[in-house]
């Protein structure tokens, strides 16, 4: 039974930069396919980027080509890199399983984390 803890949001300035963390416990994420994926206040939550256990990534529209998606399966870590933060990146982030392998779809689970809370400000 994995869990999921969310850590490195905060509040930063639009064009500014943060790195998410995504911490498994209770088992081993090596062979398994992860996702970062977002909620704003009053909006639906929608995917963000996938990583598969051997490192290929997808990304949403949104934020490919700012965004970077990463593991450590050494560390049973998943990394989320953002550069280039806009407002409309203000959400809470989690990280969960993909299963879909690289389907940027949400994953129907009723098994969430605390997620991590990503501000920019203008």
């Known amino acids: 039974q994995v869990q999921f803890v969310e850590s490195g949001g905060g509040l930063v300035q639009a064009g500014g930069s943060l790195r998410l963390s995504c911490a498994a416990s209770g088992s081993t994420i090596r062979l398994s396919t992860i996702g970062w994926y977002r909620q704003a206040p009053g909006k639906q939550r929608e995917p963000v980027a996938v990583i598969l256990g051997s490192g290929t990534t997808n990304y949403a529209d949104s934020v490919k080509g700012r965004f970077t998606i990463s593991r450590d399966s050494a560390k049973n870590m998943v990394y989320l890199q953002m550069n280039n933060l806009k407002l409309e990146d203000t959400a809470v982030y989690y990280c969960?399983?993909?299963?879909?392998?690289?389907?940027?779809?949400?994953?129907?689970?009723?098994?969430w984390g605390q997620g991590t809370q990503v501000t920019v400000s203008s």
């Open positions: 969960n399983f993909n299963f879909d392998g690289l389907k940027l779809v949400i994953p129907i689970t009723r098994f």
